[in-house]
Nanobody, 114 residues
Framework: QVQLVESGGGLVQPGGSLRLSCAAS????????MGWYRQAPGKQRELVAT???????NYADVVKGRFTISRDNAKNMVYLQMNSLKPEDTAVYYC????????WGQGTQVTVPS
């Protein structure tokens, strides 16, 4: 079983930056793809970014050029650097592991006021 714990969310003004972190438990972390998703009030959960075991990344069009996903396999950590934040980035951000049946963290709130 994999446990994921997100941190780093908060309130930030438009144009500001935040760095989200996801700590993963369990073995074989480096073997599996990881991702960040988000869910805004009244909307479906959506993909933000993914990173493969080899470090290949993929981003939603709405965050390309502003967000960067990275991982540290030695520390079992995944990060999401978010720059130039906009009010429409307001959501709960979830970490996801593709290991086994797939696992989700509990989420961390990011709020960018308009």
């Amino acid at each position: 079983q994999v446990q994921l714990v997100e941190s780093g969310g908060g309130l930030v003004q438009p144009g500001g930056s935040l760095r989200l972190s996801c700590a993963a438990s369990g073995r074989s972390f480096s073997v599996y793809a990881m991702g960040w998703y988000r869910q805004a009030p009244g909307k479906q959960r959506e993909l933000v970014a993914t990173i493969t075991s080899g470090g290949n990344t993929n981003y939603a069009d709405v965050v390309k050029g502003r967000f960067t996903i990275s991982r540290d396999n030695a520390k079992n950590m995944v990060y999401l650097q978010m720059n130039s934040l906009k009010p429409e980035d307001t959501a709960v951000y979830y970490c996801y592991s593709s290991q086994g049946i797939g696992y989700w963290g509990q989420g961390t709130q990011v709020t960018v006021p308009s």
